[in-house]
């Protein structure tokens, strides 16, 4: 498959990573019990591996990951999947949390957290430097109005070591993101959005102004998937399903958003490639759009 299949492409601001927009997002490859998500290892490690290659072997060239899915679990199956990986494959991990023993997700972030962290996801995926380390900042779905120049500034000193290349934050609000580029240089976002969590419309269209990624998690509403009776008939309209018409309107969404829809099926993994080759008629555009409103 070519990358004009996978959405188009978009560089990283300040970089030389060119990413397709369609991408693979690893955290549901990790067990997923009923009580600790993303908790333990797969119920079918072939099968995962034999969905991150073939991820990989349609065009995928951007694996959203984070060495507290497991935790260490996603970043494991990856290297056994696809180490030494393609020269093209850019895997994007983040740091600033951890997995305590009740499956919860607090936060880790002093300089040693840091620290250990990126040699963690670096030990676990085999690399000698991360392309991408996100820092997150909230919780699951949205901001938090705490101080990071700590975490921040460990990253950086890290990148100065030549350990990362580029650093990108998550949960995070424009004001944040302002304070955090006068820190570092800042190559991508990645928060909550999707066709009808809309808070961010203006964000992200101020990021496209500056060449800075969006990348939109639980791009399909999450651990409960959209529901609503226009998108279904928009999709019934089309000879898609609901899934396929909302990551093809976040593609259409701005060019700067790149997608990491995850599915530990190869029946969703092909679904969720195939949507970025769906086209959006006009009318059927408008109706999702108003499904969301336009955020502050």
């Given at each position: 498959m070519q990358s004009s299949n996978l959405g188009g492409t978009f560089t990283l601001s300040n970089s030389s990573l060119t990413l397709n927009r369609m991408g693979y997002g690893a955290m549901q490859l990790a067990g997923q019990d009923g009580q600790k998500r993303v908790w333990g290892p797969p119920r079918d490690v072939p099968q995962a591996i034999a969905v991150l290659r073939h991820a990989v072997s349609a065009g995928v060239n951007h694996i959203?990951?984070?060495?507290?899915?497991?935790?260490?679990?996603?970043?494991?199956?990856?290297?056994?999947?696809?180490?030494?990986?393609?020269?093209?494959?850019?895997?994007v991990t983040k740091v600033?949390?951890?997995r305590a023993s009740d499956g919860s997700w607090p936060h880790a972030r002093s300089r040693q957290d840091i620290i250990d962290?990126?040699?963690?996801?670096?030990?676990?995926?085999?690399?000698?430097?991360?392309?991408?380390?996100?820092?997150?900042?909230?919780?699951?779905t949205g901001p938090e109005d705490s101080p990071f120049e700590?975490?921040?500034?460990?990253?950086?000193?890290?990148?100065?070591?030549?350990?990362?290349?580029?650093?990108?934050?998550?949960?995070?609000?424009?004001?944040?993101?302002?304070?955090?580029?006068?820190?570092?240089?800042?190559?991508?976002?990645?928060?909550?959005?999707?066709?009808?969590?809309?808070?961010?419309?203006?964000f992200i269209d101020?990021?496209?102004?500056?060449?800075?990624?969006?990348?939109?998690?639980?791009?399909?509403?999450?651990?409960?998937?959209?529901?609503?009776?226009?998108?279904?008939?928009?999709?019934?309209?089309?000879?898609?399903?609901?899934?396929?018409?909302?990551?093809?309107?976040?593609?259409?969404?701005?060019?700067?958003?790149?997608?990491?829809?995850?599915t530990s099926s190869l029946q969703h993994l092909r679904e969720n490639l195939d949507a970025a080759a769906l086209h959006l008629p006009v009318e059927s555009l408008a109706r999702l759009d108003r499904l969301g409103g336009r955020g502050a």
């Open positions: 959203d990951t984070s060495d507290y899915y497991g935790p260490h679990v996603t970043n494991q199956l990856i290297r056994q999947a696809l180490h030494p990986y393609p020269d093209d494959l850019v895997i600033g949390a951890r962290a990126v040699h963690d996801n670096l030990r676990n995926l085999g690399l000698d430097s991360l392309h991408v380390v996100n820092l997150r900042l909230g919780g699951f700590e975490p921040l500034t460990a990253l950086a000193e890290l990148k100065q070591q030549g350990l990362i290349r580029h650093i990108g934050l998550s949960t995070v609000s424009a004001h944040q993101i302002a304070l955090a580029r006068s820190l570092t240089d800042i190559v991508c976002i990645q928060n909550f959005y999707n066709l009808a969590q809309r808070a961010d419309d203006v101020h990021l496209a102004a500056h060449g800075i990624a969006y990348v939109p998690y639980f791009p399909l509403g999450g651990f409960s998937p959209l529901q609503s009776s226009v998108l279904n008939e928009v999709a019934a309209s089309l000879g898609a399903t609901p899934m396929q018409v909302a990551l093809a309107w976040l593609l259409r969404r701005s060019p700067n958003v790149l997608l990491i829809p995850g």
